[in-house]
């Protein structure tokens, strides 16, 4: 159950209770009414943490990204090789991006095409995210090839964490217009092989 305004941060109760209505049903379908009914606040409390709906489209993707980088911190500052980082981080987008309904939870999946043409101020918020992700999976990658566990024969790790995270976007869009999780189990195959791991390396891996 959510949190009540009156037990927390407003601003921040009004960003949580948004993100599932966007993830749903996306940024232009959801109106103002439907989500200060949702949050259980005054218009004059949503205007005064947001001065329009684009600002507050903004601010619930930089929540997203803030909450998703520090999980993805997390998972790659574990205590083992660069390699098993990687398959955690991936076992774990893999295992949580379809739920029960087979919905979506990534955001960028849900309103990349949709506000990229509708907002600057957003498609730059998706980019400052999607470019966290990219720097952490390259940063990761290139540990993973000073300590021996990952022998893919690809020298620019940016450029295959750009390749990686374009994969499972892709993939993630697919899974969610087919309801089902093949085409990201599709792209954990790729993964593997692109990093050069075998499909039984560090298989099973335990997601956090």
Same mark, same amino acid.
């Not at 507050?56 to 980088?69: K, R, S, T």
């Not at 952490?136 to 020298?155: F, H």
């Not at 295959?160 to 089902?180: E, F, I, N, P, S």
């Given at each position: 159950?959510?949190?009540? &305004? ?16 966007? /993830? ?20 004059? =409390?949503?205007?005064? +943490? ?17 909450? +998703? ?9 574990? &205590? ?8 955690? +981080? ?5 295992? =949580? ?18 506000? =990229? ?32 566990? /990952? ?53 099973? =891996?335990?997601?956090?």
């Amino acid at each position: 159950m959510n949190a009540t &305004p009156a037990s927390t941060d407003v601003r921040q109760h009004i960003l949580d209770v948004a993100r599932p209505l966007l /993830l749903r049903k996306g940024f232009t379908a959801v109106g103002l009414t439907e989500v200060l009914a949702a949050a259980r606040v005054p218009k004059g =409390s949503f205007y005064h +943490y947001f001065g329009s709906k684009e600002a507050f489209g903004e601010a619930v993707i930089e929540d997203y990204f803030a909450e +998703y980088l520090e999980r993805m911190d997390a998972l790659l500052a574990q &205590p083992v090789t660069a390699a098993e980082r990687l398959v955690s +981080y991936f076992d774990d987008w893999l295992n =949580s991006q379809i739920d029960d309904e087979s919905q979506s939870r990534c955001l960028a999946v849900k309103l990349g095409a949709e506000v =990229s043409d509708l907002s600057e101020s957003m498609r730059s918020a998706l980019t400052r995210g999607t470019g966290g992700v990219i720097e952490r999976l390259a940063r990761c990658i290139a540990a993973g090839k000073a300590d021996g566990s /990952l022998s893919t024969s690809r020298e620019d790790a940016q450029a295959l964490a750009t390749v990686l995270y374009q994969t499972w976007l892709g993939a993630g869009l697919l899974a969610k217009l087919a309801g089902k999780r093949a085409p990201l189990d599709i792209a954990m195959a790729g993964t593997r092989q692109l990093l050069g791991l075998s499909p039984d390396t560090f298989s099973s =891996s335990a997601n956090t």
